[in-house]
């Protein structure tokens, strides 16, 4: 899966960008082989918190989710 990760308001540092690939290459198992499938991650940085958005389209359906959390590494977590 590529995955396209952009961030507002937030500099996206390795381990961030490490820690979301490594989770939403989890999800790899559920597409079909040869399947070129690209998920777009934005980040934005509120005064509330961090908010994730993942979007997923693939040739049958769009994939969306989306968390706020306080601790954006858990909000990673949770948008899996």
Do not use: C, H, S, W
């Not at 040869?34 to 777009?40: L, S």
């Not at 934005?42 to 769009?62: D, N, S």
């Amino acid at each position: 899966m590529k995955t396209i990760i952009r961030g507002k308001n937030i500099e996206l540092t390795e381990g961030i960008e490490a820690k979301i690939n490594k989770k939403l290459a989890n999800l790899d198992k559920y597409f079909i082989m040869g399947e070129d499938v690209e998920a777009k991650v934005l980040i934005r940085v509120y005064p509330i918190g961090q908010k994730i958005e993942v979007t997923i389209p693939t040739e049958y359906v769009l994939l969306r989710a989306e968390v706020v959390d306080e601790d954006l590494y858990n909000a990673i977590d949770l948008v899996v």
